[in-house]
């Protein structure tokens, strides 16, 4: 069931998606710069661009009558907290997946690693 | 050397790659087995083709909150009642001219194709026509001669495309048939012409019958 | 050994020499997709133009036909450019696959003569096979259809049999298995039935899972290979990151499948499957962007491909706006209701082919070309780089500038036609004679010969970028830890 976008609230729409996208690109960069370069000073703008994407992920939840149902207020507390945490688990991905340091063998033999 | 931890592991990426995308694929087939037993002719949601034989209407649905197709009366098309089998063969002949002569590629049909001239999910219905009595001969008139009539403001006008009027009057009952389809509410705020009859009838046509399920 | 800097195919493998083969035509049917989108786009403008001689569906036809075969014969000989290095032994069958090329080819020019010269048919089943299939995208008659399987069932040979008797790497294993979901699913795509919402729900099977699924994935096979070569990265690395997509991209793009589905008469349930799916869209695009400034952070890297890097870093912005914040802004049911099949779908469309596929196809060509005149310097102080720098911004403006044009327009559209007039055929053609959308339509045009220009220069560059050129291309720094 869904309840569609009012005429006025069009603009609104799209614009907030947008910036759902943005600022999560932004909170993403930032939060990975912050890091690898080791400056903890940039890490509130970071979370500031996460806070940007939590008051879009709202206005667009509004906008287009997203609280109107269960199923799709779930669907706005999953990209409230699947944004947040997304950078987190790829840094981490990131870290551990260039952690072994010994020179490339070219498609050996597949290695059990655990 | 030093170790990968296992959820950074190749091996782990590898396995989880091929398991994420089997079950998406098995989920999708178990989808589409569903969905095909939707919108199978003669499904509660893609109408019999001997819908045609009937009035259809789009009515706003309080329960679902959107238009929802609605069958009436009998009101047959050509004045011709027709079996299934004969409808779907008129349909079907219809659906292969929209596809022959590319229909596709200025108008859209159930919202895809291209965006040169207005969607077609709905042209059955469409108020252009002005009154129902006159629209079918209309339609096929204007589908073998579209040429010189009247479209537009814009100066855009659709070809003639060799429209035979067999062919004419297969289409009309393919645009008849698609207009009776359930597309959750597609397009939306949609007025359709005017099908009310003179006022002792009105009763029956607003009330309807249900889909026919036969065939398919 | 030849004398850098000519083209001389003495610097290639048997695959390359076929790769660039596929890349001649790729880059002779990009041209053709240019030409037919301008007469298409002077249609609106001037309907009368060309009218009944090249009507604009015949146009508009060609224009995505071209599209998507040109970006197939890119994949293609991208596939068979890394095939040798990867498998490290000559390719398996190559001669069949140089005659398969020729036969492509030509099957190709024969249906697009067909398309411009019968255009249309008589209602029944033999246009369907001789002419036009009439269904979006994939109107190539059936006969040519056929032809189309048979050829890339012989390509398929070609990989399979090469990475079987060669070695099978991470990136082969995932191509293999890429291919044959690619061509599996172009079966979907092949057969009549009357019934409108089975014709489409099965037509998505093929246009979704092949631009949403597989292209994407075949995108990261290649991507992972030019990372290889051009950065010095680590096979592991990239093969475990290549899984790491797979996962990602198949696991949001199958399903995703379901946004497509919301009106074509399948069930509600499709609204919460397309809307959960929409939500996962961003994960791989965040997933690309913590890796990216990750890689460029513990590796100093020096490239030494200035063009195809900058086309790489074009690829990665369109990417993520034209799929990404495009795709986002109108997939969820209750805009898209008023948006599907308005402008919105042709600005997004625009947006995420040449973002997410045409740049990298091109950065390929760069590649191609720099290997081709005898792995020469194609770093900083290139001479006649002007050329190359302005076919970037002309192709990248014109591209954006269009977008934006077809956005303002398709945003008047949904209002209007849609909402307002509830979208009755007096609707469309109020929206469609409304300033902005009449505007609109002018401003893609111009921006559309913009493209163009972008487009002569590119072809320029490539036929003299390198040319004379001596020096031999900068080694790359091999990645430097932390």
């Not at chain 3, 075969?69 to 001669?95: H, M, T």
């Not at chain 3, 039935?193 to 092949?210: A, C, E, F, G, R």
């Not at chain 3, 111009?446 to 972008?454: E, I, K, L, P, T």
């Amino acid at each position: 069931m869904i309840e569609p976008v009012a005429l006025q609230d069009f603009f609104l729409t799209f614009f907030s998606a947008a910036m759902v996208i943005l600022c999560g690109a932004l909170y993403a960069l930032l939060f990975a710069y912050a890091r690898v370069r080791r400056r903890q000073r940039l890490m509130p703008l970071a979370y500031l661009a996460y806070l940007g994407l939590v008051a879009s992920v709202l206005v667009l939840a509004m906008a287009a009558n997203l609280f109107a149902t269960g199923f799709w207020t779930f669907i706005v507390m999953l990209m409230l907290i699947g944004y947040l945490l997304a950078p987190h688990a790829i840094w981490h991905l990131c870290v551990g997946t260039h952690a072994h340091d010994h020179p490339d063998q070219e498609s050996g033999p597949y290695q059990k690693q655990s | 050397m030093s170790h990968t931890e296992w959820w950074a592991s190749e091996s782990f990426w590898r396995k989880t790659a091929i398991w994420v995308t089997a079950g998406s694929f098995v989920a999708l087939i178990f989808l589409t087995l569903d969905s095909m037993s939707a919108i199978t002719a003669g499904s509660t949601r893609v109408p019999a083709y001997s819908v045609i034989n009937h009035r259809i209407d789009y009515v706003f649905d309080e329960k679902r909150n959107f238009q929802v197709p609605v069958i009436g009366v009998e009101e047959p098309l050509f004045d011709q009642t027709l079996t299934e089998a004969e409808a779907e063969a008129l349909v079907s002949r219809g659906k292969l001219t929209t596809q022959a002569k590319n229909c596709m590629n200025c108008h859209t049909l159930l919202g895809n194709g291209a965006y040169y001239a207005p969607d077609l999910t709905k042209a059955w219905l469409d108020p252009s026509w002005g009154s129902k009595d006159v629209r079918e001969q209309m339609m096929v008139d204007f589908l073998m001669n579209p040429q010189d009539r009247l479209h537009n403001g814009l100066g855009r006008r659709m070809p003639n495309l060799g429209i035979t009027e067999g062919e004419a009057r297969a289409t009309v009952a393919f645009l008849k048939w698609m207009a009776s389809i359930d597309t959750n509410g597609f397009p939306a705020n949609f007025t359709p012409i005017d099908q009310s009859d003179p006022p002792a009838d009105d009763a029956s046509a607003a009330n309807g019958s249900p889909i026919p399920q036969q065939g398919g | 050994m030849a004398m850098p800097g000519t083209l001389d195919s003495a610097n290639l493998n048997g695959g390359q020499k076929l790769a660039v083969k596929y890349f001649t035509v790729a880059l002779a049917l990009f041209g053709a997709q240019i030409v037919f989108g301008l007469l298409a786009g002077i249609q609106y403008l001037k309907p009368d133009f060309l009218y009944g001689v090249l009507d604009f569906s015949v146009n508009r036809m060609v224009h995505i036909n071209a599209l998507v075969v040109w970006l197939l014969f890119g994949f293609i000989g991208s596939s068979y450019w890394l095939l040798e290095d990867e498998a490290g032994i000559p390719v398996v069958g190559l001669r069949l696959g140089n005659l398969v090329f020729w036969v492509f080819t030509l099957a190709v020019a024969v249906v697009v003569v067909v398309y411009l010269l019968v255009q249309i048919g008589p209602g029944d089943h033999s246009t369907l096979w001789l002419i036009n299939e009439g269904r979006e995208y994939i109107e190539a008659p059936r006969w040519a259809d056929i032809g189309i399987v048979a050829c890339v069932l012989a390509f398929f040979f070609n990989v399979a049999a090469t990475f079987a008797k060669g070695r099978y790497t991470g990136i082969g294993g995932v191509l293999v298995l890429d291919l044959i979901a690619l061509f599996g699913i172009y079966l979907a795509g092949m057969f009549y039935t009357p019934n409108i919402s089975v014709d489409q729900y099965w037509w998505w099977w093929v246009i979704h899972l092949w631009v949403e699924a597989t292209w994407e994935v075949l995108v990261g096979c290649l991507m992972a290979y030019g990372l290889m070569q051009t950065l010095g990265v680590r096979r592991k690395i990239v093969e475990t990151w290549l899984y790491i997509e797979v996962a990602l991209m198949f696991g949001s793009g199958i399903l995703g499948l379901g946004h497509h589905y919301f009106w074509i008469g399948t069930p509600e349930y499709w609204f919460t499957i397309g809307g959960f799916f929409s939500a996962l869209e961003p994960i791989p695009l965040v997933a690309m962007v913590v890796h990216s400034v990750f890689d460029s952070g513990t590796h100093n890297m020096k490239n030494n491909n200035h063009p195809a890097l900058a086309w790489i870093i074009a690829h990665a912005f369109g990417n993520f706006f034209g799929a990404g914040v495009w795709g986002f802004m109108h997939t969820l049911p209750q805009i898209n209701l008023y948006t599907h099949g308005t402008q919105w779908s042709a600005s997004h469309g625009h947006f995420a082919f040449f973002g997410a596929y045409a740049t990298l196809v091109i950065a390929f060509f760069y590649l191609a070309l720099q290997k081709w005149r005898g792995n020469v310097w194609m770093s900083g102080g290139l001479a006649g780089a002007w050329r190359w720098k302005w076919a970037l911004g002309l192709l990248n403006l014109g591209m954006v500038g269009m977008v934006m044009a077809m956005l303002v327009a398709g945003y008047e559209q949904s209002q209007i036609e849609r909402a307002i007039e509830g979208s009755s055929w007096v609707g469309y053609f109020v929206a469609q004679a409304h300033p902005w959308f009449v505007q609109g339509m002018w401003w893609r045009q111009v921006f559309g010969w913009m493209f163009a220009a972008g487009f002569v220069l590119l072809v320029w560059d490539l036929l003299t970028l390198g040319r004379g050129e001596r020096r031999p291309a900068q080694a790359h720094s091999e990645s430097a830890p932390r």
